[in-house]
């Protein structure tokens, strides 16, 4: 199975049709269609429904499809890293990361790493914790911003010195709005949207308690998406609070105080790039700084 033929296989996957997906590619159809035919042959299974006007993916075709786009990022990066310049340092390193208050930090180390090395580059992926700890298991990321707990027998981290507060975005024409902070009667009975973090939901059961009679409209993983969702439906959208605004919502924090830690995580026994393992531990040395002043 080459690369180039995964490729082929994609643009088709993407364009539905093979014509068009002939012409992106600056190949003839027929060549096209040999090609896809070779590669069904070869997986022992059809790839496409071929209709009239249009095609559309089989239930094997699409696990291909995720598979061949993990399988052409990992290539893409392999030869990032391997392209260096043994003078410079230079490279590209692939970073996930949540949506949390600690994020300015981790922009702050790599704002301070480029003037060191301007060469490097770095790629960002946004997304929850699951999908951060899925590609990094899957060599698609380098290092990963997620938040505790994690399974340290799996990775080498180290804690962020910013704490990540929990509380509710409220519609700024509610009561609760104008409170210091939230107490959990105060939002009892109340709608409410809440994290897909199972972790968190815990925590926040347990500070909710009980009898909190709560309906839960809906969960999320990215907190501007949930806040949406919120304002539409005059929920109470919980969350921690970052360096933004959402037109019509305020953030109030929990009382009794709810507070969770980031960490910087990479896998334990990884060969590296050098430009990442270089960054590693410029990560290391920046945050030791931080904690010791």
Not at 167 to 185: D, H, M, R, S
Not at 250 to 279: N, Q
Request: aromatic share 10%; hydrophobic share 40%; glycine share 6%.
């Amino acid at each position: 199975m080459e690369l180039r033929v995964l490729n082929y296989f994609l643009v088709i996957a993407n364009e539905k049709n093979f014509t068009k997906a002939s012409q992106l590619l600056h190949i003839t159809q027929p060549t096209l269609s040999r090609q896809i035919a070779q590669l069904e042959k070869e997986l022992g299974t059809k790839l496409f429904i071929r209709n009239n006007h249009n095609i559309s993916l089989t239930e094997d075709g699409l696990i291909l499809k995720r598979r061949a786009q993990e399988i052409l990022s990992l290539a893409d990066k392999t030869v990032k890293e391997l392209s260096y310049n043994e003078k410079e340092l230079e490279g590209v390193i692939n970073i996930g990361c949540g949506e949390f208050l600690s994020s300015k930090i981790l922009g702050d180390i790599i704002a301070e790493f480029r003037k060191k090395y301007p060469l490097v580059q770095f790629d960002l992926h946004s997304g929850n914790g699951y999908s951060v700890f899925d590609r990094i298991e899957s060599g698609l990321l380098d290092i990963g911003l997620v938040q505790t707990p994690i399974d340290i027998d799996k990775y080498n981290y180290v804690t962020m010195p910013v704490k990540e507060l929990w509380g509710v975005y409220i519609c700024e024409e509610c009561e609760l709005a104008n409170k210091e902070f939230v107490e959990p009667k105060d939002l009892k009975n109340l709608p409410m949207i809440v994290s897909m973090n199972k972790f968190m939901q815990q925590k926040v059961n347990s500070w909710l308690g009980k009898s909190s009679g709560n309906m839960i409209v809906g969960k999320g993983n990215l907190i501007y998406n949930q806040a949406m969702m919120g304002k539409s439906t005059e929920s109470c959208v919980v969350g921690i609070e970052l360096n933004c605004k959402y037109d019509g919502l305020k953030f109030v924090p929990f009382s009794p105080k709810i507070e969770s830690e980031t960490v910087l995580i990479w896998k334990k026994d990884c060969i590296f790039s050098t430009a990442t393992s270089t960054f590693i531990e410029f990560i290391e040395q920046y945050l030791k700084g931080i904690t010791n002043n």
